[in-house]
């Protein structure tokens, strides 16, 4: 093939999730690691992977097991993102892996680690690379004989690339890791944990004066958890909002073990289903949103923005705070054009596709993991403005934004901002 492989968005909603052409299927053939996959695929790349992830336990340390090459590109991402005292290491070698000897060594690594820190750290989260996976090691029980000997918790992290598409793919393993430490407390009714996230939403979201004008005093996310006693305050809640997917098997197991019940809440563009997700959450905890004030200023956010710049043409990657499809539907819905999607195609996401569809039959949809992208060139309407660090690569003559920063974006506040962003693209201020 010599042309990057697509198919538009009206051909797709014909043949059907189930007939979704292997093209856009990861585990189907070689994939491309494309500026989106690379900080996915990484752990050490940029963004939460699986090692930053499971420090987010406070006061937490990590022991990686691995070769030497993940134990390089540890050390440049811990001292950039200011982990370079939470990270520790216990190197394979050859012989290492052929006959499995480290595992003899990790409780006494663990026990070095912890009399070596001025603070005995809260726990020990070791984390494993795919050369476990390989030889079926039951982490569960090496880390128990860790707890015996240094006397802390000790949570395995599972860095298994090669799970990526099973049931419990890497980064919602590491989310029910770092909530595994948790134990059973009394429950508030008047405290909730928001799910989802390696860091916190934007404090400008509507969600908060929402959740506490309904009498919810206590809202707690794991990325603002000051230190361990905060984190285990998390035990009181009276239920678990989740906003990411891959949170859900935590907040599975949060149920099993805990007794905190939880609500699933997508996050979406489309201010008239942000409202209807408002609506439902509010029946759901028995409460009332008044939330026609932060519509209506997102409202105006966008207008203005068509107002001024007209109906735009936008391509949409996946490298982003965002669901591609559903943004890409939301911005079609405001009358804007999307020409080019980036994204993975899942089951969860297809709705949004046959959506795309009925208003945009012509949308083309790539995928970021098909080999194929290699041969990506620009072709058909002009792009006015990219939406994602990938799609800003494709297109790099284009302003973009990459709306992928750590602070999450949610619901009303999330609109403003991203036509605030978008509006900064245009008039020069991002590329």
Known sequence: ?????????????????????????????????????????SPGAQGFGVKRAGLAVPGSVMLLVSPGCCGRNTTMQSRLCGYQDRFFYLLLDDTDIVTGRHLTKIPEAVREVCEFCEKKPSAVMICITCVDALLGTDMDRVSRKCEELAGVPVVPCYMYALTREKKLPPMAAVRKAVYSLLKPQKRHSDAMNILGFFAPLNDDSEIYELLTGAGIRHIREISRCEDLAEYEKMSQANFNLVLNPEARYAAQQMEETLGIPYIEMMRMYHIDKIRNLY???????????????YYTQAKAAVEGFKAEYGKLNFAVGEFLNADSFELAWALISYGFTVSEIYGTVGERNFVFIRKIAKLSPDTKIFSNLSPTMLDYEPS??????????????????VPAVDWNEERQPFGYAGVKLLFEKLDEALKGGAK
């Not at 189930?18 to 996959?37: G, K, Q, R």
């Not at 609506?279 to 004030?293: C, M, P, Q, V």
Request: with cysteine; proline share 3%.
């Open 1 to 41: 093939m010599d042309n990057a492989f697509y198919i538009t968005a009206s051909e797709l909603a014909e043949l059907g999730y189930e007939n979704t052409p292997d093209e856009l299927m990861s585990a189907e053939h070689l994939i491309y690691s494309s500026p989106a996959t690379l900080a996915f695929n």
């Open 279 to 293: 609506r439902s959450l509010g029946n759901a905890i028995g409460a009332e949103f008044d939330d026609e004030k």
């Open 380 to 397: 058909g309407k002009k792009i006015d403005v990219c939406i994602g660090n990938d799609a800003g690569y494709y297109h790099s003559d």
